[in-house]
């Protein structure tokens, strides 16, 4: 079963408006979370994170959000360009505090396309 | 030049084959990964490294080997590749200093195809 489930395979939004890209998962021991972003023909490349103390994060256009009792996390972009269409992969892991090695757990995936 | 490279790019092989898949890092970090990719199943961990004397088996290790020859270097073999092997395989690194920095770093990816 999966531990991140992204379930809007694909997003589409209007320049200029919010983009919202949700991601639930069931590990209640996961206290660390990364979006990233994938173009065609390219790896994923590092967003934005947030660790399991704080609900927000901030980093210019990009602000994720964390609920914890929910288990869900969201990436919000305002406002959203053309050139933010691509895919969103976030991911999360255990083991924050104890400083252990920890892996990633990632989602399928989200395809946003920015219609300008 | 890339931080995370990967060789080859893309690969047609035929069933049974044996297949190596290369990754070079000149991020001097000590973690490196080996991902897959497929359609609605996102990124899974195949293999991972430590350091060059730690090699850990990820969730789908399963008909994959992996050699460690150096920091900056991390191979992915296919001992006898099937087609369910067909998938975008991705490496990556990470230096974890400080707490909560799994960021990884990822090479371009290498688009296998077993006929």
């Known amino acids: 079963d999966q531990q991140v489930k992204q379930n809007s395979p694909s997003l589409s939004v209007q320049e200029g408006r919010i983009s919202i890209l949700n991601c639930d998962y069931t590990?209640?021991?996961?206290?660390?979370f990364l979006w990233y972003k994938k173009y065609p023909a390219e790896g994923p490349t590092f967003l934005i994170s947030i660790s399991s103390i704080k609900d927000k994060n901030e980093d210019g256009r990009f602000t994720v959000f964390l609920n914890k009792s929910a288990k869900h996390l969201s990436l919000h972009i305002v406002p959203s360009q053309p050139g933010d269409s691509a895919v969103y992969f976030c991911?999360?892991?255990?083991?924050?505090?104890?400083?252990?090695?920890?892996?990633?757990?990632f989602g399928s995936g989200t395809q946003l396309t920015v219609l300008p | 030049d890339a931080d995370v490279t990967q060789t080859p790019r893309n690969r047609i092989t035929k069933t049974g084959k044996r297949i190596m898949l290369e990754c070079s890092q000149t991020k001097g970090h000590d973690r490196m990964y080996w991902y897959r990719q497929d359609p609605g199943l996102g990124l899974r961990l195949i293999y991972y490294s430590f350091d060059v004397k730690d090699i850990n088996k990820g969730e789908i290790s399963d008909g994959y080997s992996v050699s460690r020859q150096a920091q900056a270097k991390f191979s992915l073999s296919l001992e006898s590749a099937i087609p369910n092997q067909t998938a975008l395989y991705f490496c990556?690194?990470?230096?974890?200093?400080?707490?909560?920095?799994?960021?990884?770093?990822f090479g371009p990816g290498t688009r296998l195809t077993v006929l």
């Open positions: 590990n209640s021991m996961f206290d660390y």
């Open positions: 991911a999360a892991s255990e083991g924050l505090r104890s400083g252990s090695a920890r892996q990633l757990t």
């Open positions: 990556a690194t990470s230096d974890p200093t400080g707490v909560g920095t799994d960021t990884q770093y």
